[in-house]
């Protein structure tokens, strides 16, 4: 006898992290290139003492730190194992086998296999010709069974982002027993005042009857804790309380809730940090325009090349010069912004490419 596995996941691709090389420059997981700061780094070391004992399952402090900084109540947030975790909580909260999520297509690479692994059914709605995403096709594409919906902002992989009026005619059409899930990721990155916060967004909503809103932020990327598994949910108090019920016990460790408190207190130094990560990505931008690329404008850590079937060759090409990149098959790479030295390493390989 072998063991029977639910026969619907053997199709069911894994998720394709980006890779490391030995020896080469790796901008292929939106990761800040920076390292901890020391505070953090000592704030680590110091829980790192205690890990004989389980952590704070609710993350009390981190919460209680969180609710302050957003001006949310503590009932309305979750922390998760990163908020790739939050996002199938969010699809395990709310959809059965019966239900359905739609999300834009491309995006993040999690959506599908997570919906998935969860049993609902899946509904991808491609981006518009400028990389962004069709809002009107995505609230055309729900239907009654459609339980959650993410919207990527800015979207990975392609960085564009959406305007406040834009998500507020969106929200608009969902159904009320729809959950809006805005991913704000890489929120942290955004220059374009037009770029609304999610959460100043959800907390009109709410204020105006509209439960069916929630975000999720991260301390992965302009926080740089991606290796600890961070990240947080903000929504009404019934879908924060459902989250925290089908919650893993302790997933959120006792190190990473401790750095994640040291980034808080460190927040000024590493929202400049992300300023200058900006700065770069339009100087990044600018370079690979005149290099005869087209980049759609983005609000992330990270550029979009929709290099159509030569992304393989482009890859090969960036590998080859010790530059590690995000590539998705037929479609585009996607490139991390780093270090200025290691933007210019990608740059010099992006123009020596043959087009
Ligand atoms: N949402 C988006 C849009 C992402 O790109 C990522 C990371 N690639 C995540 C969520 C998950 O981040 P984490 O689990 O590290 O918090």
Redesign the pocket.
Known sequence: MTVRTRADLSALPSYVPGKTVTGAIKLA??EVSAGPLPSVVRAIADAATAVNRYPDTAATELVARLGDKLDVPTGQLAVGC????L?QQLVQATCTEADEVVFPWR??E?YPIITAVVGAGRSRVPLTAGHGLDLAAMAAAITPRTRLVFV?NPN?PTGTALRRAEIERFIEQVPAETLVVI?E??KEFVDDPDVPDGVELAKAQWAAGRDNVAV?R???KAYGL?GL?V?YAVGSPEVAETLRKVYVPFSVNALAQAAALASLDAEDELLARCRAIVAERGRVRGELQAAGYEVPESQANFVWLPLGERTAEFNEHCLAQKVVVRAFAGDGARVTIGEPDENEAFLAAARSFAR
């Open positions: 997981s939106n990163g908020s790739v975790t996002c995006s993040f999690a990527c990975n991913d990721a890489y999720l991260t301390f992965s991606a598994r990240g």
